[in-house]
């Protein structure tokens, strides 16, 4: 993983903490903190996995969410007494200490290129009961349209039948709705999909695949359409304090936003596991406010001592997801956005990493 450190904010630029903070947890001071609260299961999680058993297979685990997720799983069978039951993480490992560290933490690390083409890269893939499915491709994606739909898109009907017999978890994104009003509290389940640009539109043939696999073959699927997850050294929060710290103006025309704390999204992607069904299950996946941009941007200016300056028309449309029925399946995140707020500023203040890997969450036309 790459990383950047952005330097220390002197001690007066940073705002003490007031009344508002009274009542909200401390933030993680050191990546190891971070880590930590990543992957420590809940009781929820605990009770769920140990209602499961079989090996896990986590395809697509060396990208933003997928370590703190297998070592969040791997944390969780320990904890549940399936000590016996492996988590293999499967991904090309750019990185090597990235892989060392799943190690450390008790993870099967699995070094496989699933874009080469080659039926006997899939074959060779452990076997397992569950399956969480992460792969895909965003970025750039816009300049290379063919590797939307190749990565995001063809390789699911050779994983689908590969894992026809396993139950699925599948990442998919909230870019499969068409932008909404910003008062309409967002799309449900139930809502027509709209992708607009073709990384949306290949995200939407991922589900389309997964759901044909589920209704042909019987495989177990869920479907998991994910609106922004925060890990510190990355998500919207950290974009929308970008400019704060460069001292230019927060850009206001993608004025409101879906988040959720990572640790949350991680866990409902396994407790998915035990909603997956065929035909195949959908859930949105973020926190339940629709959020501000201009608020946000004015929370962190306070959190970092900075000036807060504003461009651009705020849009009346945004894309925005309701995740009413993950809230009702799986409880609400258990850290609050206020509480995100306050970490994401602390963290930014003290000058820890963070990943220069932005989320583009400003894009309208689809373009990224």
Not at 44 to 70: E, F, H, I, N, Y
Not at 71 to 100: C, K, M, N
Not at 207 to 235: C, S, W
Not at 271 to 300: D, M
Request: glycine share 10%; hydrophobic share 45%; proline share 7%.
């Amino acid at each position: 993983m790459s990383s950047t450190s952005p330097s220390p904010l002197p001690a007066a630029a940073v705002a003490p903490a007031g009344p508002s903070a009274v009542g909200r947890p401390a933030g993680p001071s050191s990546l190891a903190e971070l880590e930590d609260l990543l992957t420590t299961p809940s009781p929820a999680l605990v009770a769920d996995m140990a209602a499961r058993s079989g090996d896990l297979v986590v395809l697509g685990a060396g990208g933003k969410m997928g370590p703190s997720l297998t070592v969040l799983a791997r944390r969780a069978l320990d904890a549940a007494g399936r000590t016996g039951d492996a988590v293999h993480a499967v991904s090309r490992w750019s990185d090597p200490a990235q892989a060392d560290h799943l190690r450390d933490a008790g993870v099967n690390v699995v070094t496989a290129d699933l874009m080469t083409g080659d039926p006997a890269v899939l074959a060779g893939l452990p076997d397992g009961a569950d399956v969480v499915y992460m792969v895909g491709a965003k970025f750039g994606t816009s300049s290379a349209p063919s590797l939307a739909w190749a990565a995001n898109a063809a390789l699911v009907s050779d994983v689908a039948r590969r894992y026809a017999d396993s139950t699925i978890a599948a990442f998919s994104t909230g870019n499969v709705y068409p932008l909404v009003p910003v008062s309409s509290g967002g799309c449900s389940e139930n809502d027509p999909t709209g992708p607009v640009g073709e990384y949306a539109m290949s995200c939407l043939g991922r589900e389309r695949l997964f759901q044909h696999a589920a209704l042909t073959r019987g495989t177990k699927v869920a479907n998991i359409r994910l609106n922004y997850a925060v890990d510190l050294r990355y998500g919207v929060l950290c974009d929308v304090a970008a400019p704060l710290l460069a001292g230019e103006p927060v850009d206001l025309t993608t004025s409101h936003v879906n988040v959720v704390w990572q640790g949350y999204a991680n866990e409902v992607a396994l407790r998915a596991l035990g909603h997956a069904s065929s035909p195949a299950f959908t859930i949105n996946l973020t926190g339940p406010e629709t959020a501000s941009v201009r608020r946000l941007a004015g929370l962190l200016g306070a959190g970092l001592g900075r000036e807060v300056s504003f461009t651009g028309t705020e849009a009346g449309t945004a894309l925005l997801n309701d995740a009413s029925l993950c809230h009702e399946l799986f409880g609400y995140p258990d850290v609050s956005l206020r509480t995100l707020v306050d970490w994401q500023a602390q963290w930014l203040a003290a000058g820890l990493p963070t990943s220069g890997k932005a989320t583009k969450f400003t894009v309208r036309d689809g373009k990224f």
